[in-house]
Every structure is written in structure tokens, then in C-alpha cells.
């Protein structure tokens, strides 16, 4: 991976890993329908509004930043969302899961559900078009689907969920509550104790998102 | 909101050709020619030699192209089995090329057009590897140069001189002459009672090569007696092409591009989830001047499908800034 060339703007596209397999599926599912932008490698702690050169100078540090090349893993990249909000808005939206981790015995379940705080005047709300929830490692989970949201793609996302292609083994689904089972195969494991991965929450009308990590344990006891 | 559907006019598809080297060292004429021994002495060696770049046992070795002998009746190369004559590996190629190229088990190679044809029973065939030629092989670029001791031709196929193309079967097909850059030296580049040199096959990727107008001009003619060794007149014409040490092929492919402008209003995009713009666990915004007038800057565009599954991704060379009094526009570019 490497740096862009910055002395020209240019826009350095490619597939994702998830692209290339729904384009290799031939189904139609690889159809670009929206799009969003995100700020991924900028440190707004590097704008200085005291810069004694006046405004103009403020995002110096940010402004000719080298930027690196794309990433084709989906879950590497995306990862802090612009969003739009009424201008004014002093608290941007915060996911609150409930938990800053997940740990399951084998065959336990857990239902999240997310909620979004400081979300258009309301310190807590549930968003309209629910919550896009990203699992990096599906094997880990006999079950990982999302309830709540009525949407086709929710319901084809669902109906899919724990089905892995190769080594792409990311899962997203969509709703407002998450229920995750945790899986019952021991090979799984190999010679270890326990599995680990993470769960990303995306709010899709917010773009505000959460990761955790997800520990499965090995045996029916913790 | 941190998702925008995108319109229909948002979207342009462009297809556009390009031509390009079609040899590994990415320059238009290879100058070297290199065949591996383990491929030679195993079975496909009995069909066909692969060249390579370089010295095949290198790591940047790549096969350029496949060199292989056809004969209608069965000489040339070893019988499959001694008790049934007229079989042998050079007969499979024959049938193979016929099949492929005539598309009717009936017919024979013809070289040549008008009162100058000519029907051999055999040819050489070049197949081009395809990850050199990518989609069809660009006609006018052909020159190869085959030299047996002091004899020299140097071959091109007739494409600057052909209005239409014509076909052999649903093969696009231009004949081989003597001259180059598509041109022939003389009038029409054939040679007197044996038709042209051969026959090129710019959408398969192909050129056969005519023997008996070959040794008309340099003195090599492939061995036609039964029952000959396997590789005996593949090695023939390799030796001609190394010593012409001269081979010009460029590659031509269509590239369709999906152009996709992602356009954002002043009001839209102004705001970031990234952690670095808040402070603490609230949400509250780093700097007090962010409130009213906020700025961003926008690093990658993600594009998504209705599912919400980010399937392409592009990444601009440098940050853009993006605040209330700010609109963009950015093109990708998505190839396939």
C-alpha cells in the first residue's frame, strides 16, 4: 500500500473485496445505487485555530497531507463517515450499544439493540432506517441477522447473513435490533480457547458508527 | 443523513480502445526468445513449444507465445499408436486450427487470394499467450523477422492494404506478406505459386505460417516424412524466429468505464463521525468554531449498493475541504 500522488488532485478507485464477489455472483447485486463520503486518516486534532497567520492558515496541516492508496477490504476502510446535519449543531450522534464488548459462550445469544444519542435535538432516539451492522468474521456466529427494518435489501441481507464465500468472510446486515448466536463448532477453535472478531454499527441515517470486539469462548460455561 | 442516492444521469458509461504492447517486457519488439526444457521434454512438448522472455527458469519468465506444427495427413510428428497410421500429434493440431478457424472439417487452410492461392497439407501456428494479446491482437503492428543463415524475410500482415476485412468462417482474417507496418514490399507481398505467407487471426489471436512460401525465401521446410520425432518442425521455425531476433506485436482491448459523479450540495457533508472531532464520550465538537461554521475534508468516496454494502471505493491524492459555502464534484472512474 502506498501514498497518492498529491501534487495533482486524482481519484484512485477500485472493488472491494465485497464488490468483486457480488460482481463475480452475476445477480445484479453488484449495482451502485448511493454513495458517502468519509474522512478516514484526517486528525482534526492537527487544526489549529489559533494559527497566528490568521484563517486561512488553520487546516495547514491537513490541507496537502499525502493520503494512502485505497484499501479493498471494506471493513479497512469507510470508517468515519461525513454526515449532514442542521448547521449550528454544537453534539454530533454517538452510538450507544449498551456494552463496549461481547463475549458469548458457544451457542449463547445476545440481542443488541443501538441507540443513537444527540441525534437531531434528541439526546436518545432509534434511527428511521436502522442500523447497518458489519461482523468481520461470520464463522464465528450460527446465527447473525438484523429485526426491525422491513426494507428488501434488510430482508435479502438476513436471508444470507451466516452464508461465506471463500476467504470472504464479512457479514453486514441491517435492522434495528441485532441478534447474534454464537456458533457450536469446535474446529473452529483448533488448539485455542477462544475466537475473536468485531462488530461494526453503523447508524444509516447518522453515519455515526461503533466497533466492538467479540469474543467467543470455547465450552457451554464462561 | 450520511448516505446520498444517486441519480440516473449520475452515471456514464464509456468504452474506449486501447493498444499496448503485448509483450512481457513491454516493449513493441521482442529481441529474445527462451523455451524451457522441462516443458519441451514433457507432454505438451510433443504439441507445442512455449517461449519465454528470458530464461525460463528465472521469476519474471512469462510464455509470450506458443509455437506449434499442423499437419493434415499425419507427418510431421509420432504416431500415437504404430498400428494406426496418419495419427499423431500434429494431425490434432490441424484438426484443431481447422475446426477452430475454418469451422467446417471439410475444408484446408488456403493462403493467398485471386489467380495466387495455394492448399499445403501443413503450417506452423504462433498462438500469442492470451494475457499478451488481452483481447484481440492490433492488425499493422505484426513484424516478424525469420532468418536462416543468410537468408532474411521479414514478414507483416496485409491491413494497410485491405479496404474490408474478410473472414474464414467467423474469424476476421488479414494475409501474411512479405514488407511491414501492415505494407507490402512489392505489389502484392505474396511469392509466385505458393500464395501468401500465412494467415492472421487478430481476434483469436493467432498466425499461422505457410511452409512452402517460407522456404520459397529462406530455406527451411519442415520435415514431412512419417513418424518424425515430436518438436522437430516446431523447433524449425523457432530457430528462424530467434535468429530474426525481431518480433513486433501490439495487443488492443476495449476498456468500458463506468463513470460515476458524485456530486454534494453546501448543506450536505459537513459534519464527521470520525473520533477526532469530537471530544470525550458526548459527542461535543472539538473546537467551538465548528458549530457554526463546520469544515470537513473529504478523503474517499465509498459507493454502495441498496443492501448498504460498500462495493467500490476511491481515494482522492489529497484532502478536500468541504464546509456550508462549499459544493463538490468528483468523478470516478471505475474500469472493468
Known amino acids: 500500500m502506498g501514498y497518492l500522488n498529491n501534487q495533482v488532485v486524482t481519484v484512485d478507485a477500485i472493488l472491494t473485496k465485497k464488490g468483486r464477489e457480488l460482481l463475480a455472483q452475476n445477480d445484479g447485486s453488484f449495482r451502485i445505487t448511493q454513495f458517502a463520503l468519509a474522512d478516514d486518516e ?47 449543531t454544537a453534539v454530533l450522534p454517538v452510538l450507544n450499544l449498551g456494552l463496549s464488548a461481547v463475549t458469548l459462550k458457544q451457542g449463547a445469544s445476545l440481542a443488541i439493540t443501538p441507540q443513537t444519542l444527540n441525534y437531531l435535538g434528541n439526546a436518545t432516539a432509534f434511527e428511521t432506517s436502522g442500523y447497518n451492522c458489519i461482523i468481520a468474521d461470520v464463522r464465528t456466529m450460527a446465527e447473525f441477522n438484523g429485526t426491525g427494518i422491513q426494507t428488501t435489501a434488510a430482508q435479502t441481507q438476513n436471508s444470507t447473513s451466516t452464508t461465506t464465500l ?57 | ?77 509420432e504416431f500415437f499408436d504404430p498400428s494406426i497410421p496418419r495419427l499423431t500429434p500434429a494431425t490434432s493440431i490441424y484438426g484443431q486450427y481447422r475446426t477452430m478457424v475454418l469451422e467446417d472439417e471439410n475444408s484446408s487452410f488456403i493462403y493467398g487470394d485471386g489467380t495466387n492461392t495455394f492448399t499445403p497439407n501443413d503450417f506452423y501456428a504462433l498462438s500469442i ?25 521479414h514478414l507483416t500482415d496485409n491491413s494497410n492494404s485491405t479496404n474490408i476485412a474478410t473472414f474464414l468462417g467467423s474469424n476476421r482474417v488479414y494475409q501474411i506478406i512479405s514488407g511491414s507496418n501492415g505494407s507490402p514490399y512489392d505489389t502484392t507481398g505474396y511469392v509466385a505459386n505458393s500464395g501468401s505467407y500465412g494467415l492472421f487471426l487478430p481476434d483469436i489471436g493467432t498466425i499461422l505460417l505457410n511452409p512452402a512460401a517460407i522456404n520459397q525465401s529462406i530455406e527451411i521446410t519442415p520435415t514431412v516424412t512419417s513418424n518424425v520425432a515430436n518438436g522437430t518442425n516446431q523447433s524449425i521455425i523457432y530457430d528462424a524466429i530467434k535468429s530474426g531476433g525481431s518480433f513486433q506485436l501490439n495487443a488492443q482491448e476495449t476498456i468500458t468505464s463506468d463513470f460515476v459523479f458524485v456530486r454534494s450540495r453546501n448543506s450536505e457533508f459537513n459534519y464527521s463521525s470520525n473520533p477526532s472531532y469530537i471530544s470525550g464520550s458526548t459527542g461535543e465538537i ?51
Open chain 1, 42 to 88: 484526517i486528525d482534526y486534532t492537527l487544526y489549529n485555530p489559533v494559527n497566528p497567520s490568521g484563517s486561512a492558515f488553520y487546516g495547514q496541516a491537513i490541507d496537502n497531507m499525502p493520503l494512502l492508496e485505497a484499501f479493498p477490504d471494506e471493513n479497512q476502510i469507510m470508517k468515519y463517515q461525513l454526515t449532514t446535519l442542521p448547521r449550528g
Open chain 1, 166 to 222: 471463500g476467504t470472504n468472510v464479512s457479514s453486514t446486515v441491517i435492522g434495528s435490533q441485532i441478534n447474534l448466536r454464537a456458533t457450536t463448532v469446535n474446529t473452529l477453535f483448533g488448539t485455542n480457547t477462544q475466537l475473536q472478531t468485531t462488530l461494526t454499527v453503523i447508524g444509516l441515517d447518522s453515519g455515526a458508527r461503533i466497533t466492538i470486539p467479540v469474543t467467543i469462548t470455547q465450552g457451554t460455561t464462561l
Open chain 2, 1 to 77: 443523513m450520511s448516505f446520498k442516492r444517486l441519480d440516473a444521469e449520475d452515471f456514464v458509461v464509456s468504452a474506449t480502445s486501447v493498444q499496448s504492447t503485448a509483450w512481457s517486457t513491454n516493449e513493441p519488439i521482442l529481441t529474445t526468445f527462451q523455451t524451457s526444457s522441462v516443458q519441451t521434454s514433457g507432454t505438451s512438448g510433443n504439441y507445442y513449444i512455449s517461449v519465454y522472455q528470458v530464461a525460463a527458469t528465472l521469476d519474471e519468465a512469462e510464455v509470450q507465445f506458443d509455437i506449434t506444427y499442423g499437419n493434415k495427413i499425419g507427418s510431421g510428428s
Open chain 2, 129 to 153: 499467450d492470451r494475457a499478451r494479446y488481452k483481447e484481440k491482437l492490433f492488425p499493422g503492428t505484426f513484424n516478424l523477422k525469420l532468418i536462416n543463415g543468410s537468408n532474411t524475410i
Open chain 2, 286 to 336: 472539538i473546537f467551538p468554531q465548528f458549530i457554526n461554521n463546520p469544515q470537513t475534508y473529504v478523503t474517499t468516496v465509498g459507493m454502495y449498493n441498496d443492501a448498504n454494502e460498500l462495493v467500490a471505493v476511491a481515494k482522492l491524492s489529497r484532502p478536500l475541504l468541504k464546509d456550508f459555502t462549499k459544493e463538490s464534484l468528483i468523478r470516478v472512474k471505475l474500469d472493468f
